[in-house]
């Protein structure tokens, strides 16, 4: 089982930036790709952004291509997403995901997850 601790979220004004930090431990040499979903208050938990382990080779959801980057750090365990131009609509818990597949989008792809980390955007 892996283990991760997203930090960084918190409140900031549309147009304005925040980089989410996922801490991965335990078993991450069974991980294949890691990502980030989100989840809106009564809206189902939707896939944001991921990027596979080995070689760093990102992928992102339409709504945040170009504004949203995610990264990894293989030294700390660690993966980011920078994100850029926030919205009110981008207002959301963050979750941190991994997962044994090559490619995964969907949410049950993903065998571990983190706690989340709230991102509030306002108007």
């Known amino acids: 089982q892996v283990q991760l601790v997203e930090s960084g979220g918190g409140l900031v004004a549309a147009g304005g930036s925040l980089r989410l930090s996922c801490a991965t431990s335990?078993?991450?040499?069974?991980?294949?790709?890691l990502g980030w979903f989100r989840q809106a208050p009564g809206k189902e938990r939707e896939f944001v952004a991921a990027?596979?382990?080995?070689?760093?080779?990102?992928y992102y959801a339409d709504s945040v291509k170009g504004r949203f980057t995610i990264s990894r750090d293989n030294a700390k365990n660690t993966v980011y997403l920078q994100s850029n131009s926030l919205n009110p609509e981008d207002t959301a818990l963050y979750y941190c995901?991994?997962?044994?597949?090559?490619?995964?989008?969907?949410?049950?792809?993903?065998?571990?997850w983190g706690q989340g980390t709230q991102v509030t955007v306002s108007s």
């Open positions: 995901a991994a997962s044994r597949s090559i490619r995964p989008i969907k949410r049950d792809e993903f065998e571990s």
């Open positions: 335990g078993r991450t040499f069974s991980t294949h790709t």
């Open positions: 990027i596979r382990w080995i070689d760093g080779s990102p």
